[in-house]
């Protein structure tokens, strides 16, 4: 029988909708702390240093994702590799995969943290970033860098302990790490007049703690999923596995922010006000989307456990609960998102004007949610299949391709705000069409290539 057993969940069996509330509830308050590191930065730099340093913070999260996101996408392609093995019930298989994704882990935190400093001034440049902004940007954004090492090490194993079920240990983890937060980008801001540099250290030494207390779990569990320095071993034809699963989401997802680059440039032209109001814009919808990707997470998890133990019938109907779960909490998010916008906007900052466009942008934007409720649990299906492909092709083209071409098309016709802003919600009902179209075409059912263990096996792998 399913179940969670020592900090993992078997979701091969048992009721669906419970199953998924059940992964979803903690991974949903984990990813609320996890957002108060950036909302507090924000509200901290927005009400105690000025609308400039809010703006600047609010600016760098596509240069941070043009990098850290190609890693991202690979960390995903492990997630997906062990939740595989796990619904195929093969422990050592589980166990090189977490051992070869942590060694990946570590190369990957010196490729980054070296060019995360050598680029952003270049990548600043690019976006066009206003002078009265350059400053605090460029200073944010070389402390992130330095810390990268600590967001690495808290993602990687957060999402191991995810692909095996378990929620909580994430949870508790970034509790702990956003009460550091708090109390520190107070301490550090107004207490020593840091300014924007005291939040970005007090960020980078809350995700320290995250990444400690998980990797700590980790080498503690009995779990199949127990990470031990014996065992550290780098598995070429695992990692070939987890690579060609996760290069294409690392692509997608590196892609995506560096085209976001160029549409900040677009926002940047419209001066530090409307940049300061996307800021906060970016952040109420940090939370509003949380309902429906944390599903997605958890029919991602769903559908590689459940391909993993050859359950496909399963897997559909896994997603449309997910799909109905999500146009139902998102359609209850909406309605105070909506009718409050300029309220919650004003939570960040007094400024008028950066009030007036932080309620634009929601405005404008985030109706478009529903759409994502439909797709996002079609991409997860498609992903915990091991077919990243397809999805990468869909939101590129959506997202970056059409985008690009929507913005250069219609800012040369028309200098309206709306009608740039709009450029985020068309490209929204574009990838809504495009997944419908390919999620039916494509034929996931036949990229899983795991066969399930015997029963005898799953017995032993669910009382670890």
């Known amino acids: 029988m399913a179940g969670r057993k020592k900090g993992s969940l078997d979701m091969t069996s048992g009721t669906i909708w419970k199953l998924l509330v059940s992964f979803t509830i903690p991974l949903l308050l984990g990813n609320v702390f996890q957002q108060l590191y950036s909302t507090v930065d924000s509200y901290v730099v927005g009400n105690y240093v000025s609308s400039q340093a809010l703006a600047a913070v609010g600016s760098t999260g596509h240069i941070t ?9 690979l960390a995903g392609g492990a997630g997906i590799v062990v939740s595989q093995y796990f619904g ?23 490729v980054i943290t070296v060019l995360g400093v050598l680029l952003t001034p270049g990548m600043l440049r690019m976006m066009k970033t206003p002078a009265d902004v350059w400053d605090d940007a460029l200073a944010y954004l070389t ?5 990268t090492t600590a967001l690495l090490i808290y993602n990687i194993g957060a999402g191991i302990l995810q692909a095996v079920g378990n929620t909580r240990t994430p949870l508790i983890a970034l509790i702990i790490s956003a009460v550091t937060n708090v109390v520190l980008d107070l301490v550090f801001v107004i207490y020593f007049n840091m ?6 250290w007090a960020t980078v030494i809350a995700q320290a703690v995250s990444g400690i207390f998980v990797m700590t779990v980790l080498m503690t569990t009995d779990g199949p999923h127990r990470v031990s320095l014996r065992k550290m071993k780098f598995h070429g034809k695992i990692f070939a596995r987890v690579f060609a699963i996760g290069i294409p989401s690392a ?9 976001n680059m160029f549409v900040q440039a677009y926002i940047n032209a419209f001066g530090s006000a409307c940049m300061a109001g996307y800021t906060i814009y970016a952040k109420i919808d940090s939370f509003a989307m949380l309902p429906m990707s944390c599903l997605s997470v958890a029919c991602a998890t ?3 456990q459940n391909i993993g133990a050859g359950q496909n ?3 559909m109907k896994g997603m449309k609960v997910s799909q109905n779960l999500s146009l139902l909490c ?7 998102l909506l009718l409050f916008r300029e309220q919650l906007t004003s939570f960040f900052n007094a400024d008028l004007e950066v009030i007036r466009y932080g309620g634009i942008w929601i405005l404008t934007i985030s109706p478009f949610y529903l759409f994502g409720c439909i797709t996002n649990p079609m991409t997860s299906v498609l992903r915990g299949a091991g077919e990243t492909t397809a999805p990468m092709i869909t939101m590129l083209g959506s997202f970056v391709v059409f985008r690009q071409i929507y913005l250069f098309i219609f800012t040369r016709i028309t200098d309206s705000f709306l009608v740039m802003a709009f450029a985020y919600p068309a490209g929204w009902v574009v990838n809504f069409l495009a997944t419908l179209f390919v999620f039916y075409k494509t034929k996931w059912k036949e990229r899983c290539l795991i066969q399930p263990k015997t029963p005898p096996q799953e017995e032993n792998l669910q009382e670890a």
């Open 330 to 336: 998102t359609g209850v998010v909406l309605i105070p």
């Open 65 to 73: 994702g043009a990098l850290i996101g190609f890693y991202s996408g």
């Open 195 to 200: 300014g924007v540099r005291g939040v970005a």
């Open 251 to 259: 692509l997608q997802m590196s892609v995506t922010s560096f085209s």
């Open 88 to 110: 195929a019930k093969d422990r050592d298989m589980v166990s090189k995969t977490v051992h070869t994704a942590i060694i990946m882990t570590l190369m990957m935190c010196a």
């Open 143 to 147: 402390i992130t860098f330095y810390g």
């Open 302 to 304: 769903f559908a590689g």
């Open 313 to 315: 019938d399963r897997v």
